[in-house]
């Protein structure tokens, strides 16, 4: 079977620092798939080549056998792949419908018009009902996006991306700054949004990695040093290494160290 994402032997250099270093991954279509590593590993990079924000400096990135790492983030989306950030980007006086109405706008003739009737605007009810409750944000839906919790505007963040009905979903990051209640509405809205389709996160709390993940891939500088399923990973002596400590202490069986030190030499 043609993976859903693959990166094949991507590098990515800045001046002269390769912050990808020869990552190759396939992400196996409908799984959830993590990304971890301690700080400066070269998470994000490899995000920002994968969602078309970086141009790689060599190798190749396919979105189901197909060839994509020279079109734009745009591009990619329309052709199935979308991404959240780590940091919040909603429209904060506007309401969580009306985000999600804008979003939905956006590949239409509606955004070019100068005035837009209610009328025009209504077609996109049904569909804004749809993602609020796959969300969860049914009881705040008319309140605006500045005066929500942090967990509820990643959930905003997570809708946005599913207006454009991809059938590959990166999250950045989905719990960070969280506390324990947040986390675990975060934990169910993966869950929900992962039904039928793909899903790539990078995440540093093990507990919700242990949780979600069919399997995870270990960066360290810039470089694949492991990847399979959690049991598996966990064991690994160069993962333990990694992280500079005991296995207990990192991936404890019940989760609950659940955040990842970064490493003692870690790179930007």
Known sequence: MTPALQAVHLCKEFRGFRATNDVTLDI???EIHAVIGPNGAGKTTLFNLLSGFLKPTSGEVRLFGERVDTLSPQHLVRRGLSRSFQISSVFGSMTVRDNLAVALQAPTALPHRFWISDRALQRFDPRIDEIVAQVGLQDVQHRLAADLSH?????LEIGLSLTQEPRVL????????MGSEGIERVIALVRRVAAGRTVVMVEHNMSVVAQLADRITVLQYGQVIASGPYEQVRQDPAVIAAYLGHEEDIFAEDGSEADIAPGHGSRA
Request: aromatic fraction near 0%; hydrophobic fraction near 10%; charged fraction near 45%.
């Open 28 to 30: 196996r279509e409908g």
């Open 151 to 155: 967990g509820e505007k990643r959930g």
């Open 170 to 177: 990166l999250l950045d990051e989905p719990t960070s700054g």
